[in-house]
């Protein structure tokens, strides 16, 4: 008789609300049942505003009401009864297979993530892990894998959308012996935990990615960046660095080649900052998290003086999966959104690039909660800006919502119902880039501060009519100035303000 399998979601999420003890709670009940009941712990299962989530072969069932006592008891009387294979958890509310949010995913880079224990470098070879690794490793030919990479037409999926391929071929064409390989992973966007979702759930998924890369680039050493406030994430990807060092997944001589590959994790403190490559590059060499000008580019000098690729955790995760399918089937590939803010159901869901933002909101969403009507959608963050209701029917895609005055980021989307006042929350995300400016250059160090201070006179209805042309004036010269990504982009959600709630600021100077 095959076992009864039981998933327990061991992410962020769920074990913040009690996920964890549930688990322990089960996997007493299943010691020393031998075939008859299994109890795993695993990576996010999607939709995070139902955990803790609980599944059982196709079936999906939220935990909130049962403590981890009576739980277990029903699963005691469901083996005694020889009946676990048909047990449902007492007061649990079952989310079909065919409920939207979940019907409508493509899982590629999240393929794993629910499915196995990402603690377990077993359970991930067992499921294809490392398997595209080996695979280049025997073909021995690094420009082949940039080649597949750039006709995948993969872009970078941590905001700027930069072609991969082309980013990979510069580092790899540079002169000289070492080169470094850097995976950004200071993922800090309010709102945003894509990156945080894969870490935890399928570590071993980037850490092949990564040496994937470092192997087609020529890089033997690489770093990941994360943000302290990821100690989950930080423990498991120490784990699974470990165990594949120790099997020869990493380090010296991978997989029995001649290949060096060494990984460090290294911990950021939590500037937001950080997530611009060359803050990021003077955090790992033991500096202030601060920018500086470019040229040359990290592909050129990046970490200690040596050229480099950086790249964010979805980037990387996205490579095994492309090079399995082959770059034609893997065209145009799918990107990860955290979904959140005023939305029935929220959580991590991976979509086929292009699908209509109203897909995601609306039918895997559910919509705003208590009958309210969706006013808009932010998206990428304090670096992106709003899409009115009106728009809704965009497609997700890096050109579609650039042409909207916004950016697809790292894939934060937070959903705003009509009862948000969108000139307080321009000032709120102007308030998170002010507080996150590193000071180094003017533009941002005092923009940010004059544009918050415009927004909050404007709030207490005591501007005019002009102060609404200098606030866009100042937006332009904040982003045509600023040293890096974090000024250059911290005007975009008052200009899509400005944009399509311009009735909402003239409204506040006495203006029809």
């Not at 505003?49 to 469901?78: I, K, N, T, V, Y």
């Not at 070879?125 to 490392?130: D, F, H, K, N, T």
């Not at 960046?225 to 997944?249: D, K, M, N, S, T």
């Amino acid at each position: 008789m095959s076992a009864t399998a039981l998933r327990i979601c061991t992410a962020s999420s769920c074990r913040s609300r009690g996920g964890e003890a549930l688990r322990r709670a089960l996997a007493a009940v299943a010691h020393g049942q031998g075939e008859q009941l299994s109890v795993t712990g695993v990576g996010c299962l999607g939709p995070c505003s139902d955990g803790p989530l609980l599944a059982m072969g196709p079936h999906l069932f939220s935990l909130q009401a049962p403590e981890p006592a009576p739980l277990a008891h029903s699963l005691q009387q469901a083996l005694a009864q020889n009946a676990v294979e048909r047990w449902q958890p007492p007061g649990c509310a079952l989310i079909p297979a065919a409920d939207p949010f979940l019907r409508l995913q493509r899982r590629l880079v999240l393929e794993r993530c629910g499915q196995i224990d990402p603690e377990s470098l077993e359970a991930a070879l067992a499921s294809g892990g490392y398997r595209q690794l080996r695979a280049v490793l025997q073909q021995n030919n690094p420009a082949a894998v940039i080649e597949a990479v750039r006709r995948s037409g993969l872009r970078g999926r941590g905001g700027a959308g930069y072609p991969t391929g082309l980013k990979w071929a510069t580092v790899a064409a540079m002169p000289g012996g070492e080169k470094r390989l850097v995976c950004n992973a200071d993922e800090g966007d309010p709102g945003a935990f894509m990156d945080r979702t894969v870490m935890e759930g399928d570590p071993h998924r980037l850490l092949e990615g990564m040496a994937i890369a470092a192997f087609a680039v020529g890089a033997q050493r690489g770093y990941l960046y994360v943000r302290a406030e990821y100690p989950l994430a930080i423990a498991r990807l120490r784990g699974a660095i470990a165990a594949a060092e120790q099997q020869h997944w990493l380090g010296s001589g991978i997989d029995g080649s001649n290949v060096d590959v060494h990984l460090e994790l290294r911990v950021g403190a939590g500037a937001y900052v950080c997530g611009e490559e060359t803050a990021l590059i003077h955090s790992i060499e033991g500096g202030r998290g601060t920018p500086c000008a470019r040229p040359p580019y990290p592909a050129e000098r990046g970490v200690f003086g040596l050229p480099t690729l950086i790249n964010n955790v979805e980037t990387f995760a996205n490579v095994p999966v492309l090079l399995q399918m082959g770059p034609d089937a893997y065209r145009p590939g799918t990107k990860v959104f955290s979904l959140t803010g005023q939305v029935r159901r929220s959580g991590v869901l991976e979509v086929p690039m292009g699908t209509p933002l109203r897909t995601i909101v609306e039918t895997m969403g559910g919509g705003a909660p208590a009958g309210r009507a969706i006013k808009a959608v932010q998206t990428g963050g304090p670096s992106g800006g709003c899409v009115p209701a009106a728009q809704l029917d965009t497609p997700v895609d890096y050109d579609s919502l650039q042409a909207l005055g916004t950016i697809m980021g790292s894939g934060g989307m937070v959903v705003l119902d009509d009862t948000t006042d969108m000139v307080d929350l321009a000032a709120y995300f102007m308030a998170f880039c002010r507080e996150e400016s590193c000071g180094k250059c003017v533009p941002c160090r005092s923009g940010t501060v004059q544009l918050e201070q415009l927004l909050r006179k404007l709030l207490a209805r005591q501007g005019c009519p002009a102060d609404l042309d200098q606030l866009e004036r100042l937006c332009h010269t904040v982003q045509q100035a600023s040293l890096c990504g974090l000024g250059q982009n911290a005007p975009k959600p008052v200009l899509s303000t400005l944009r399509h709630f311009r009735h909402e600021l003239l409204a506040l100077v006495g203006e029809p």
